[in-house]
């Protein structure tokens, strides 16, 4: 079974640059997550997805960053401008739902996308 | 709202030595708990997590974590490290939100 996938893996721009990232989740995950990690820290979530509604975007900084999910299923995260401090690396994760179970909120990460912003 | 603590930023033991991480937790309600490792350029990797039951939870790769609800504790542990094992591990707690918040990382070294 293939695992989240995401690209690109690294991302080099200048500040006030527009970027995006890509993910894909595991198939049959209904909830996807969009994680920030800043160096020697640990994940902070950014926004969660239940299949196309953003149910918890309350640590997005929206002035700057977008996501969508269309179809529910791939999802994308945009920067526009980007500035200096975005320099980190984003994490996408998946799960099969949020509800407790054997599995079923285990949230699988994908390999994340290692931005620099010059 | 929720919160972690890995007291120690770094573990350093010999190969074959037991191996312990620690994590202790504050959260409303029941706990879920989740350890994950990190190699190098890659992603986080669900090593195992405590829901209910019995305090010691086994996982992956030989890990296992005990749970202590009157120390709000979830320590990692493994018998017997390789050097394989050398990483960057975080132990995370889910809120009532779903969301998972996680502590700041121990890196682990393990010497041959």
């Known amino acids: 079974e293939a695992g989240v996938v995401q690209s690109p893996r690294y991302k080099i721009i200048e500040k006030k640059q527009p970027v995006a990232f890509w993910c894909n989740p595991i198939s049959g995950h209904n909830t996807l997550y969009w994680y920030l990690q800043n160096l020697g820290q640990g994940p902070e979530l950014l926004i969660r997805?239940?299949?196309?509604?953003?149910?918890?975007d309350s640590q997005l900084p929206k002035d700057r960053f977008s996501a969508e999910r269309l179809k529910g299923v791939d999802s994308t995260l945009k920067i526009q401008p980007a500035e200096l401090g975005d320099s980190a690396v984003y994490l996408c994760?998946?799960?099969?739902?949020?509800?407790?179970?054997?599995?079923?909120?285990?949230?699988?990460f994908g390999p994340g996308t290692r931005l620099t912003v010059l | 709202a929720q919160s972690v603590a890995q007291p120690e930023d770094q573990v350093n033991v010999a190969e074959g030595n037991p191996l312990t991480v620690k994590c202790t937790y504050s959260v409303s309600g029941n706990p879920y708990l989740f350890w994950y490792v990190q190699y190098p350029n890659r992603g986080l990797q669900f090593l195992l997590k405590y829901i209910t039951g019995d305090n010691l939870v086994k996982g992956s790769y030989g890990f296992e974590a005990e749970f202590n609800k009157s120390q709000t504790s979830f320590h990692l542990k493994k018998p017997s490290a390789l050097v394989s094992d050398s990483a960057l591990y975080f132990c995370a707690v889910r809120g009532y939100d779903y969301k998972l918040s996680f502590g700041a990382g121990t890196t682990v070294t393990v010497r041959a």
């Open positions: 997805y239940e299949n196309e509604e953003a149910v918890d």
């Open positions: 994760a998946s799960s099969l739902g949020t509800w407790t179970g054997e599995d079923t909120d285990t949230q699988y």
